[in-house]
């Protein structure tokens, strides 16, 4: 077995964003999961939140608890490596404190309603015009402007406008919502992307961009070759399960004891294929010798499949597809996920220090640096932890 994927025993000083601050006023998904991302790359975050809290602090069970807290899983998930500092924005006092730490940050990223950071007197306008090098990240439902302005926005509603729900699922079965907020995830993934390369013009020109991402688009544009099929075909996708729409066999198959994933991507694997599991009258039958074929005749050959795959354990089925060089893969419970050898090996799951409950479990970032992955250098915060701290470093009293 290859040597694990190091994580790095640093302090985080040399990791990209160092030095780089961000005044996190964002709650829920979208939002925390962005500059989740960004204090993974060694930002410093402060999260900004109202007297109650995040939301998801209360979204549960599960929750995590121990003899001096309970915390939820959910907030566990998306707020590793932030510090937690509680305002009232509707107070005076809440908002001095609140531009005195975006007066010393490089980043700002929020999700409410547009309009609500302009009343509150934190919009761009504002901040531009006080702090010209600060860059805005601004996540919505629908965008800051068009007839769905105002509307709030929430990862169902834009899996279902933005199509997904149309395409994902099973033939003939009603809509169905991915299992995890992908739409919120995706739109995280954006924004930081932007942010980033805001950051990087601003090394050039010393200036602050705005940069918008809304959950509507980013969900149309995960749709990729799926939009495509509309615009340039004006095919509308229907659900097709695990099946692909272009590439026969690639999806999910059932072993004597399981299932696992197969990619056949091209007519030499599926030549390879047939031989691997023992199945020479599909390999010799030249109406399924291309992938167009295999297509055309996609329910016949999967029934032939399912007949020729459990006959094998999926273990089995894994060894003579791995030894042929065919992509294949199990289909993993989360329990499964975690106790993978691989999993394991690469060290996804950090245990981290908790204020409350001791230690957590969190994942680890999702990429590395010079062979070693960034430090997790902060558990999930507890609501408010840091407050009289940052207050104290911006030199107001925590009163």
């Not at 964003?17 to 998904?29: P, Q, S, Y």
Request: some cysteine; hydrophobic content about 40%; glycine content about 12%.
């Amino acid at each position: 077995m290859t040597s694990s994927l190091p994580h790095s025993e640093s302090d985080g000083n040399d990791l990209p964003l160092a030095g780089v601050r961000v005044a996190d006023f964002t709650r829920v998904l979208t939002g925390p999961f962005c500059t989740m991302l960004l204090a993974d790359l060694g930002a410093e975050v402060i999260k900004i939140e109202p007297p109650g809290g995040d939301d998801t602090r209360a979204w549960g069970p599960p929750f995590q608890t121990s003899d001096h807290g309970r915390e939820s899983s959910y907030f566990l998930s998306v707020n590793r490596g932030k510090r937690s500092v509680v305002l009232d924005l509707k107070q005076e006092a809440g908002m001095t404190a609140a531009r005195a730490i975006v007066g010393q940050a490089d980043i700002l990223v929020e999700n409410f309603r547009p309009g609500t950071m302009e009343r509150l007197g934190l919009g761009w306008e504002t901040l531009h015009a006080e702090f010209p090098r600060l860059i805005y990240g601004a996540i919505s439902g629908f965008g800051q402007a068009g007839p769905y302005r105002d509307r709030a926005g929430y990862d169902v509603i834009a899996q279902g406008m933005g199509g997904l729900m149309s395409y994902n699922g099973e033939e003939g079965r009603p809509p169905v919502r991915v299992g995890v907020a992908v739409a919120d995830v995706f739109a995280g993934g954006l924004i930081t992307q932007a942010l980033l390369a805001a950051l990087y013009q601003r090394e050039k020109t010393g200036l602050g961009r705005r940069a918008d991402v809304n959950l509507l688009e980013g969900v149309i544009a995960l749709g990729t070759s799926q939009v495509s099929r509309y615009l340039a075909a004006g095919e509308i996708p229907a659900p097709m399960g695990n099946d692909h729409r272009s590439i026969v066999p690639y999806g999910t198959f059932e072993c004597a004891d399981g299932f696992i994933n197969v990619a056949v991507g091209n007519d030499s694997l599926w030549r390879k294929f047939c031989a691997a599991l023992d199945l020479p009258e599909l390999a010799a039958d030249p109406a399924l010798a291309t992938n167009e074929g295999r297509v055309a005749r996609r329910p016949e050959l999967n029934a032939a499949l399912l007949t020729g795959m459990t006959r094998f354990t999926r273990k089995e089925v894994m060894r003579r597809l791995d030894a042929a060089g065919v992509p294949c893969g199990p289909v993993y419970d989360m329990k499964d996920v975690f106790e993978d050898e691989h999993v394991k090996d690469q060290r996804i799951a950090v245990t981290v220090p908790h204020a409350t409950l001791g230690q957590t479990v969190v994942t680890a970032a999702p990429w590395s640096f010079d062979g070693a992955r960034p430090p997790v250098r902060r558990g999930p915060p507890v609501l408010g932890e840091h407050t009289a701290e940052v207050l104290r470093e911006l030199g107001l009293a925590s009163e």
